[in-house]
């Protein structure tokens, strides 16, 4: 069953940003984002449980907005640039 889910989720991320990834790059990635605070796992039983910490979830709002940032940024130059 656990393969199962490995698979349906190494699936949707290929599927979804053309993206293929090992379960040794996404540990790797998950253990980064716990030492930095962002996540914090537990054990259920068998299987470690991930959730976002509170740092986690003001660090994608951040991100969030540089991205809306950058996207107005760059369609105001385009705009400016494809005005006659």
Do not use: C
């Not at 039983?45 to 540089?66: H, M, N």
Request: proline share 1%.
């Amino acid at each position: 069953m656990l393969n199962l889910q490995r698979s349906l989720a190494r699936a949707f991320i290929h599927n979804r940003f053309y993206v293929l990834v090992s379960s040794g790059t996404v540990y790797s990635v998950l253990y980064s984002l716990e030492r930095n605070g962002l996540i914090e796992g537990t054990w259920n039983e068998r299987k470690r449980v991930y959730k976002l910490t509170g740092k986690g979830t003001r660090t994608i709002e951040t991100v969030l907005k540089a991205n809306d940032k950058i996207r107005n940024f760059i369609t105001n130059i385009l705009k400016v640039q494809s005005a006659p």
